[in-house]
């Protein structure tokens, strides 16, 4: 599936993807990058249990099989943001395109920034900041606080402060603007998008109780549960 909407995008020159071609997308590399991802978690615990249990010839074994799961998430996140800096983001002229694709762009960098060490976090952890924030900006002046983009956007960045940047005051924040604003404006939400809307921010408010309980409960890492992406994410 990634490889025909592969095909599909670049032919975005000519005109812009259809909502429909733009989920399709978006679905087809959650699904390939969502199992590695999850794949990367349950390694790295055991490679860490094992370390602890001083099991050298266990560990190198492990080592070696995470290797392989990053060289996967590194290509096909690489692909994916070749992608997007060549054609879609280019080629959207809507405000909705615009902040669909710069936030896909800060989902895959962030992506990176999950496994990478050293510089190489420091520069996927920078480059997921650019993406949200020029998203951020599109959102906040032209999209509804209850439309599902605007919110996912939120619930995403939010996630990329406390998870990446270990910042749960900003994290916090954000998700409870992006939650209360969209609160207030409740009623005005169209039936079409209302299921939408109303899953992403059950899922601010789940984190919200998460991170703020982390807060006031410093410790317990080992029972620590994972903030919670857009759906499909695979968090």
């Known amino acids: 599936m990634v490889e025909y909407m592969e095909k599909v995008a670049k032919t ?11 989920n399709l997308l978006s679905v087809a590399y959650k699904n390939v990058i969502g199992a590695r991802r999850a794949s990367w978690r349950i390694v790295s615990s055991i490679e860490q249990k094992e370390e602890s249990r001083k099991n050298e010839e266990h560990v190198n074994l492990i080592k070696e099989y995470r290797g392989k799961i990053e060289a996967e998430l590194s290509n ?14 280019p080629s959207s002229t809507a405000a909705e395109s615009k902040v669909f694709y710069l936030k896909m762009k800060g989902d895959y960098h962030r992506y990176l920034a999950e496994f990478k060490t050293g510089a190489e976090r420091k520069e996927s952890a920078e480059s997921t900041m650019v993406a949200y924030k020029a998203a951020q900006d599109i959102a906040l002046a032209e999209l509804a606080p209850t439309h599902p983009i605007r919110l996912g956007l ?3 960045f939010s996630v990329f402060y406390y998870e990446i940047l270990n910042s749960p005051d900003k994290a916090c924040n954000l998700a409870k603007q992006a939650f209360d604003e969209a609160i207030s404006e409740l009623d005005t939400l169209g039936e079409e998008s209302y299921k939408d809307s109303t899953l992403i921010m059950q899922l601010l408010r789940d984190n919200l109780t998460l991170w703020t309980s982390d807060l006031t409960e410093e410790g317990a890492e080992d029972g620590k549960e994972a903030s919670k992406g857009e759906p499909g994410e695979g968090q």
């Open 12 to 22: 975005v020159d000519v005109e812009e993807l259809t909502v429909e071609e733009r």
């Open 154 to 156: 939120a619930l995403n």
């Open 76 to 89: 096909i996140c690489d692909g994916i943001l070749k992608l997007l800096d060549s054609h879609l983001v």
